[in-house]
């Protein structure tokens, strides 16, 4: 028996699909489900879509689960970022159009699932920067945990009352314990 053979999706057919209650990612040309956020992951999805888009406000855009077109290995790759912050400059370049963000973001953000490993996460980031995402936020609810990554340096964890700062992103100072003080975990 020979296995079946299918083709694989290009932008064009997999932004033209039509739009399901599950996001989707575009990977190596296939089109696959991104896991519903469950109810921790949504709130600290939500504690952190507040916090940016307090800070944001004049500088740009913060988007929750937005996708964006990234290239990673040579291959057009969608992936749906929880968060990401893009600045009006750079947003400047899709206008007033829908769709997925045309141009690499300032920073992509992931929220550690249950499912998911930190490890699996860490490989997703070094994608993120070499597709041109300036700084990516890996944050672990278990650990309560904020890891930083950066092009070409080592990625920094804060923890607790630690104040996460960046020239990147003046006057936004936020803690661990910003996001995760009113979240109980079990």
Not at 11 to 39: H, M, N, V, W, Y
Not at 117 to 132: E, P, V
Not at 157 to 178: G, I
Request: with cysteine.
């Amino acid at each position: 028996m020979t296995p079946a053979v299918t083709r694989k999706l290009t932008l064009d057919e997999f932004l033209s699909l039509p739009e399901g209650e599950t996001a989707c990612e575009l990977i190596d040309g296939e089109a696959i489900p991104k896991i519903s956020p469950q109810r921790f992951h949504s709130r600290v999805s939500g504690e952190l879509y507040v916090l940016l888009r307090q800070w944001a406000q004049g500088r740009g855009e913060v988007g929750l689960e937005w996708a964006v077109v990234l290239s990673r290995e040579g291959k057009t790759w969608v992936p749906v970022p929880d968060l990401l912050y893009i600045s009006n400059e750079r947003l400047s370049s899709m206008g007033d159009k829908d769709g997925p963000c045309p141009v690499p973001p300032e920073l992509a953000i992931e929220v550690i699932s249950p499912d998911q490993s930190f490890r699996g996460m860490a490989d997703k980031a070094t994608d993120y920067l070499n597709a041109g995402i300036s700084r990516v936020w890996i944050v672990d609810p278990k650990a309560k945990t904020i890891t930083v990554f950066i092009p070409e340096q080592l990625p920094i964890s804060y923890r607790e009352n630690c104040v996460l700062s960046d020239e990147l992103f003046p006057e936004l100072k936020l803690t661990a314990q910003d996001i995760f003080e009113s979240i109980t975990f079990n």
